[in-house]
């Protein structure tokens, strides 16, 4: 039972153009949300988060965007570069749980 | 900096065989965590710990077990591996008792089981 879902595996954009990255979530107990970025060969790492008393977070290049009555979740990138190419997890956490749950990630591959 | 560290990269084990994995952290964080990395799955939580001594399940710790005797150190054991745990082992650690603390994750440990 997946809470967190990402259901593009992969997305490609050219170079200097918007990257959006989607996420939908299903336990309304989630109060907590963040990206990480993932390079082979590396663990992931943090990028951006959001509380869900906001519905915008912006951090340099990156944008999250949350949608609580649908549920949603995304990341903006503009204007994307090729080291930008990674897989992006959403993640999401606050269900009384001291975890976090991931969904299966989104292979971005940005063309110079 | 801050730093996780996974005792190995790359792991080859038999069926059957006892597989420890470690994680350290040195960040004084309270949680641990060990995630298993599988293609179209992404990240789940195999087991975490909030504390020395405590542990919880996550979502899949069947065929798992876990130690916390020290703060810093965080270890994964498979007590007779089978050739459906070869996966991309992650250890991550947060500062922040609750559940809102930035993951720190280590480089991962690959386990192939034949």
């Known amino acids: 039972d997946q809470q967190v879902k990402q259901n593009s595996p992969s997305l490609s954009v050219q170079e200097g153009r918007i990257s959006i990255l989607n996420c939908d979530y299903t336990?309304?107990?989630?109060?907590?949300f963040l990206w990480y970025k993932k390079y082979p060969a590396e663990g992931p790492t943090f990028l951006i988060s959001?509380?869900?008393?906001?519905d915008k977070n912006e951090d340099g290049r990156f944008t999250v965007f949350l949608n609580k009555s649908a549920k949603h979740l995304s990341l903006h990138i503009v204007p994307s570069q090729p080291g930008d190419s990674a897989v992006y997890f959403c993640a999401a956490s606050g269900d009384g749980n001291n975890d976090m749950r991931f969904g299966a990630g989104t292979r971005l591959t940005v063309k110079p | 900096d801050v730093k996780v560290t996974q005792s190995s990269r790359y792991l080859v084990k038999r069926t059957g065989e006892k597989v420890f994995l470690e994680c350290v952290q040195d960040?004084?964080?309270?949680?641990m965590f060990w995630y298993r990395q599988d293609p179209g799955l992404g990240l789940r939580l195999i087991y975490f710990?909030?504390?020395?001594?405590?542990?919880e399940k996550g979502d899949i710790p069947e065929g798992y077990s876990v130690s916390r005797e020290k703060k810093e150190r965080f270890s994964l054991i498979l007590e007779s591996a089978s050739t459906n745990q070869t996966s991309m082992y992650l250890c991550?650690?947060?500062?922040?008792?609750?559940?809102?603390?930035?993951?720190?994750f280590g480089e991962g440990s690959r386990l192939t089981v034949l």
């Open positions: 960040m004084d964080h309270e949680n």
């Open positions: 959001i509380s869900s008393i906001k």
């Open positions: 336990n309304s107990m989630f109060d907590y």
């Open positions: 991550a650690s947060s500062l922040l008792a609750g559940n809102t603390g930035e993951l720190f």
């Open positions: 710990s909030y504390d020395v001594k405590m542990k």
